[in-house]
């Protein structure tokens, strides 16, 4: 698994910058990040994690693509039980074009 470099996203603030080492990482596709599929894809190559979808994203990425899981449930419902378990038991959720919930830090990436 490659090391996540995340800062804080507001500048001014007192928690330092910090690398993890996370040994179960998930990304999730919302509705909102139309256009960045094989972005995320690349990604998730490069951490070596699977992806899921949310219901209302599906199709923005390759969903044939062996890291693809599938969509989660709606409504608070679990939806697929390899996505489900993925998000449950994962040590960092990376969320792409999601709108509900806090941003809490950022998360660069350079695919260079």
């Known amino acids: 698994m490659a090391e996540l470099i995340c800062s804080p ?3 001014n603030a007192s ?3 910090e690398t993890l080492q996370p040994k179960r990482v998930v990304i999730v596709v919302g509705h909102l990040a ?7 894809l690349a990604l998730a190559e490069a951490l070596d994690c699977p ?3 949310l219901l209302d994203a599906k199709g923005i990425v390759d969903e044939g ?3 693809v899981l599938g969509i989660t449930g709606i409504f608070g ?3 697929l039980e ?5 998000i449950f ?3 960092v959720v990376i969320a792409f074009g999601i709108t509900n919930g806090d941003i809490v830090l950022q998360v660069q990436y350079d695919p260079d």
């Open 34 to 40: 139309f256009g960045a599929g094989d972005d995320i």
């Open 82 to 86: 390899a996505p489900r378990a993925a």
């Open 65 to 67: 693509h062996p890291l």
């Open 89 to 91: 038991t994962a040590d």
């Open 9 to 11: 996203l507001d500048d």
């Open 77 to 79: 419902n679990p939806g």
């Open 51 to 53: 992806v899921v979808e």
């Open 15 to 17: 928690q330092p910058r």
